[in-house]
Nanobody
Framework: VHLMTSGGGLVQSGGSLRLSCTAS????????MAWYRQAPGNQREFVAR???????QYGESVNGRFTVSRDDARNMVYLEMTGLKPEDTAVYYC?????????WGQGTQVTVSS
């Protein structure tokens, strides 16, 4: 099973991006899903999660700016990011919640310029 993220890129401060996550097998619909990120020199940190029932929770630093959603029929999870700040620069990953080590993929790079 692999999780694949996409949608990252370079954006100016205040801009928006939409990240997507899909799996090689249908694991999204049967799991709580989450987004994490890791900036250079930092530990990986929790960004957002969405339960199977669709309840969302967010890390304090992104609350009010990011929105997590899921489409079980398409086996997809999304992270809509608005009001991006330079401190949001990181590699973003998705995983099930709680995360499994073997599901960490390569992530997608988000770079926010000031």
């Amino acid at each position: 099973v692999h999780l694949m993220t996409s949608g990252g890129g370079l954006v100016q401060s205040g801009g928006s991006l939409r990240l997507s996550c899909t799996a090689s097998q249908r694991i999204v619909s049967v799991n709580d899903m989450a987004w994490y990120r890791q900036a250079p020199g930092n530990q990986r940190e929790f960004v957002a999660r969405i339960t199977r029932a669709g309840k969302a929770q967010y890390g304090e630093s992104v609350n009010g700016r990011f929105t997590v959603s899921r489409d079980d029929a398409r086996n997809m999870v999304y992270l809509e990011m608005t009001g991006l700040k330079p401190e949001d620069t990181a590699v973003y990953y998705c995983n099930i919640q709680p995360p499994l080590d073997y599901l960490w993929g390569q992530g997608t790079q988000v770079t926010v310029s000031s």
